[in-house]
């Protein structure tokens, strides 16, 4: 069983950075594929970037060589370093953690507005 709570949400404006983290129970964290998504009203929960045990990553197109994930097994951390931010990306994002099951986090709102 693993729980997920993530931090460091907020208010940016266009073109500033956020870190979101990850903080994750359970024991073997370094065995689970992480990743965020993220949901905005209405819309379905889509990937946001993934990372797998391995250290093997994926972003989805549109925050490529803006967006880093990155983990830390010792501390059972995952982070998202956001930056760049556009209106667009103003969502709730959820951390994630699979290994047989996926388990997620309860969300922190990023909104990115002047």
């Known amino acids: 069983q693993v729980q997920l709570v993530e931090s460091g949400g907020g208010l940016v404006q266009p073109g500033g950075t956020l870190r979101l983290s990850c903080a994750a129970s359970g024991s073997n964290f370094g065995i689970y594929t992480v990743g965020w998504y993220r949901q905005t009203p209405g819309k379905q929960r889509t990937l946001v970037a993934t990372m797998t045990s391995g250290g093997s990553t994926n972003y989805v197109d549109s925050v490529k060589g803006r967006f880093t994930i990155s983990r830390d097994n010792a501390k059972s951390l995952v982070y998202l370093h956001m930056s760049s931010l556009k209106p667009d990306d103003t969502a709730v994002y959820y951390c994630?953690?699979?290994?047989?099951?996926?388990?997620w986090g309860q969300g922190t709102q990023v909104t990115v507005s002047s």
């Open positions: 994630y953690a699979a290994k047989l099951r996926a388990y």
